[in-house]
C-alpha cells in the first residue's frame, strides 16, 4: 500500500514539476510559439515562450511604465478606468502577470494590429543558444533564443536595443 501512495506522489509531483517548465523543443518552435501568442492573445503562452531573464525583465519594464503613469494620474488628482487597470496589473506577477496583460482589449487589439506576415528564414544552433532569423513584413531579425531547464526560450536582448 505504502509502495502504491508513493509512486501515485510521485507521479503526481512529475506532473506538476513538468507544467511549471513548458517550452519548445527546437528554436524554431519557441519563435514560432513566441509569434503564435502574441496573435492569438495568449499571456500565459507568450510567458511560457521566453526565458525566465526576459520575463522579468519584460515584467519590470510594464511595471516601471504603470508606476509611472499611477503617479502622473496621482498627481493631477484624475483617476480614470485605464490607470485602475495597471493598478491591478501591478499586484500580479510572472505568468499570471502576463495572462491578465494580454486580458486587456486594447492590448490584445495592439498585439494583431501590430503583427504582419511573419515567417522564420533560417536558424543556427551553436550549443544550448541559437539564432533564428525572421521576417514580419519587410523586416528581417535575429532572434536570440536558449536552452533553459531542457526547453528553447526566446532570450529578448533587452540591452541591444539602447
Not at 513538468?18 to 518552435?29: I, L
Request: with cysteine; proline share 1%.
Amino acid at each position: 500500500m505504502k509502495k502504491i501512495v508513493l509512486t501515485v506522489l510521485l507521479l503526481f509531483l512529475v506532473i506538476a514539476c513538468s507544467k511549471g517548465s513548458k517550452g519548445a523543443n527546437t528554436p524554431h518552435d519557441a519563435v514560432k510559439n513566441m509569434y503564435t501568442s502574441i496573435i492569438n492573445g495568449n499571456g500565459g503562452d507568450f510567458y511560457d515562450s521566453l526565458s525566465k531573464q526576459s520575463a522579468d525583465n519584460m515584467e519590470k519594464m510594464f511595471k516601471g511604465m504603470f508606476t509611472f503613469v499611477l503617479q502622473m494620474s496621482k498627481n493631477s488628482g484624475k483617476s480614470d478606468e485605464e490607470t485602475k487597470k495597471m493598478e491591478e496589473l501591478n499586484n500580479y506577477s510572472g505568468r499570471e502577470f502576463f495572462v491578465k496583460l494580454f486580458a486587456q482589449p486594447d492590448v490584445a487589439k495592439s498585439m494583431k494590429e501590430k503583427s504582419g506576415k511573419f515567417e522564420i528564414i533560417d536558424s543556427k544552433i551553436d550549443g544550448d543558444k541559437a539564432t533564428v532569423k525572421t521576417k514580419t513584413n519587410d523586416q528581417e531579425e535575429d532572434i536570440e533564443v536558449i536552452k533553459e531547464n531542457g526547453y528553447w526560450k526566446v532570450n529578448l536582448n533587452f540591452e541591444k536595443n539602447k
